[in-house]
T-cell receptor, first 111, second 118 residues
Framework: QQPVQSPQAVILREGEDAVINCSSS?????VHWYRQKHGEAPVFLMI?????EQKGHEKISASFNEKKQQSSLYLTASQLSYSGTYFC????????????FGQGTELSVKP | EAGVAQSPRYKIIEKRQSVAFWCNPI?????LYWYQQILGQGPKLLIQ????????DSQLPKDRFSAERLKGVDSTLKIQPAKLEDSAVYLC????????????????FGDGTRLSIL
């Protein structure tokens, strides 16, 4: 039931792009994306809702394929500050925001 | 706005002892979540409150864990007795979502309590 994220880890140079994927075996109602730096709290990045609505930061984009039960997070022109672990959280019905988080994707951006 | 406040930040106890964590959510947020995050894993939901009522506690080990949110604002999570496997970061989050809507509001996390069991 836990969503599967890929890749598990990625190393980039500043300015390069990355895509992080999140796949679920159950129908999705919404997908949330968070970034967590070591020893810190997860920070909200993006919400994608069934029907196409998105909420999030301007510099981050994401897609939500309801039929394939997948979401992808696109990080373009990466900066050092993008380093951290990215988690997707999936919601499978109207449950007041109950999320099941994936195992995370560790992103390292090098100068 | 003030963020989610948690205390303590760190706690070290011996197995079989008890421990309690406190969380004060963002003002006005009806929904409060407690998560357990084991090193290298994603957060795992333990319990979800809507105001002072429990919405979901299906993954809370009820033989040793308990949580309450008596006045619908701050919340405490207790472990008694602790086991070695409880070593983790305990995160509290709040959101403006309500139990009868979808998760169309972001969750705001506190800094967490890092619990070490000796």
């Amino acid at each position: 039931q836990q969503p599967v994220q890929s890749p598990q880890a990625v190393i980039l140079r500043e300015g390069e792009d990355a895509v992080i994927n999140c796949s679920s075996s159950k129908a999705l109602y919404s997908v949330h994306w968070y970034r967590q730096k070591h020893g810190e709290a997860p920070v909200f990045l993006m919400i994608l809702l069934k029907g196409g609505e998105q909420k999030g930061h301007e510099k981050i984009s994401a897609s939500f394929n309801e039929k394939k039960q997948q979401s992808s997070l696109y990080l373009t022109a990466s900066q050092l500050s993008y380093s951290g672990t990215y988690f997707c959280g999936t919601e499978h019905g109207i449950q007041g925001g109950k999320l099941i988080f994936g195992q995370g994707t560790e992103l390292s951006v090098k100068p | 706005e003030a963020g989610v406040a948690q205390s303590p930040r760190y706690k070290i106890i011996e197995k079989r002892q008890s421990v309690a964590f406190w969380c004060n959510p963002i003002s006005g947020h009806a929904t409060l979540y407690w998560y357990q995050q084991i090193l290298g894993q994603g957060p795992k939901l333990l319990i979800q409150f809507q105001n002072n009522g429990v919405v979901d506690d299906s993954q809370l080990p009820k033989d040793r864990f308990s949580a309450e949110r008596l006045k619908g604002v701050d919340s405490t999570l207790k472990i008694q007795p602790a086991k070695l496997e409880d070593s983790a970061v305990y995160l509290c989050a709040s959101s403006a979502s309500s139990s009868w809507t979808s998760g169309n509001q972001p969750q705001h996390f506190g800094d967490g309590t890092r619990l070490s069991i000796l």
